[in-house]
Antibody, heavy 121, light 108 residues
Framework: EVQLVESGGDLVQPGGSLRLSCTTS????????MNWVRQAPGRGLEWVAY???????YIADSVKGRFSVSRDNAKGSLYLYMYSLRADDTALYFC???????????????WGQGTLVTVSS | EVLLTQSPGTLSLFPGERVTLSCRAS???????LAWYQQQPGQAPRLLIY???ARATGIPDRFSGSGSGTDFSLTISRLEPEDSAVYYC?????????FGRGTKVEIK
């Protein structure tokens, strides 16, 4: 069974930093492209970051220069590094397995349950 | 950025009814690169349809997708109580991939 489990969400002050983790199981992690997608409270879905199986990365313009993504294939883990956090980064952050990815554009066949990041003073 | 407009915003229907949700793109979506997701309250989204028409693994055949170019639809042929959810379309033909704002389906 494919499982994606996020962790690391927290309450952080504006300007702060955070690292989110996604631990995976049930599939060959090193063969799949992965993504982070976020959902602000009561709002829709927004793609944040992509990393290919070979570690090519794309970052959404809304967070470019502040967020980065990495992976550890040996551990089956995905990471999102978040810096200079702002109130509008407050959201539930989902780890998402990408399929039919071309140039960083994918659909998602499996989602984690999300980890909540709250940016507030 | 490709803007996806979903309509209607909210629907309230009885079990057994047929419903069609619309997703219109601001430009033609290449390769029919459009997916649909269902998100129930407090849950992660679930993939229903990809490639505009292909059902994901384990999705009941009462869910079907259609369309091409700029106009796409998700049809639920016979509503079940568990279909109460928000439904999102997503295009993955252009960077960045984008989602619609969702259609909320309520079951009476």
């Amino acid at each position: 069974e494919v499982q994606l489990v996020e962790s690391g969400g927290d309450l952080v002050q504006p300007g702060g930093s955070l690292r989110l983790s996604c631990t995976t199981s049930g599939f060959s992690f090193n063969s799949y492209d992965m993504n982070w997608v976020r959902q602000a409270p009561g709002r829709g879905l927004e793609w944040v970051a992509y990393i290919s199986s070979g570690s090519t990365t794309y970052i959404a313009d809304s967070v470019k220069g502040r967020f980065s993504v990495s992976r550890d294939n040996a551990k089956g883990s995905l990471y999102l590094y978040m810096y200079s956090l702002r109130a509008d980064d407050t959201a539930l952050y989902f780890c998402a397995r990408g399929r039919q990815c071309t140039g960083g554009n994918c659909y998602v066949d499996y989602w984690g349950q999300g980890t909540l990041v709250t940016v507030s003073s | 950025e490709v803007l996806l407009t979903q309509s209607p915003g909210t629907l309230s229907l009885f079990p057994g009814e047929r419903v069609t949700l619309s997703c219109r793109a601001s430009q033609s979506v290449s390769g029919r690169s459009l997916a649909w997701y269902q998100q129930q309250p407090g849950q992660a989204p679930r993939l229903l349809i990809y490639g505009a028409t292909a059902r994901a693994t384990g999705i009941p055949d009462r869910f079907s997708g259609s369309g091409s170019g700029t106009d796409f639809s998700l049809t639920i042929s016979r509503l079940e109580p568990e279909d109460s959810a928000v439904y999102y379309c997503q295009q993955y033909g252009y960077s960045p991939w984008t989602f619609g704002r969702g259609t909320k389906v309520e079951i009476k």
